[in-house]
């Protein structure tokens, strides 16, 4: 039942931007549950990576390489998460996958997108 979706990768030129979403269904917080949605991020040969977490209460947390050039947001009506890319660099290519948390009574459920692929080169 739990789905997520992402959307808005492709090819970029170094400087350019790219808006990725991801659409989420199943999950919410509707039932008194809290929802944390994220980005990662991997390269060939790296380890998944947290590009920006948005919490339930709408708080943003970035790393060193995303701070400043990316942003995240979440629509709760429509139940998406969106990362807004500028400045990008080739080091920033990589399949970008959408992530959700959700928090429940002390419990929590992680659930991953299929990724979408993001390339930065000329």
């Known amino acids: 039942q739990v789905q997520l979706v992402e959307s808005g990768g492709g090819l970029v030129q170094p400087g350019g931007s790219l808006r990725l979403s991801c659409q989420v269904t199943?999950?919410?917080?509707?039932?008194?549950?809290?929802?944390?949605m994220a980005w990662y991020r991997q390269a060939p040969g790296s380890q998944r990576e947290m590009v920006a977490e948005?919490?339930?209460?709408?708080?943003?947390r970035y790393v060193d390489f995303s701070k400043g050039r990316f942003t995240i947001s979440r629509d709760t009506a429509k139940n998406t998460v969106s990362l807004r890319m500028n400045s990008l660099k080739p080091e920033d290519t990589a399949v970008y996958y959408c992530?959700?948390?959700?928090?429940?009574?002390?419990?929590?459920?992680?659930?991953w997108g299929q990724g979408t692929q993001v390339t930065v080169s000329s």
């Open positions: 199943g999950v919410d917080g509707s039932d008194g549950s809290r929802v944390a």
């Open positions: 948005i919490t339930h209460a709408g708080a943003t």
């Open positions: 992530n959700v948390v959700q928090e429940f009574s002390g419990r929590y459920s992680w659930y």
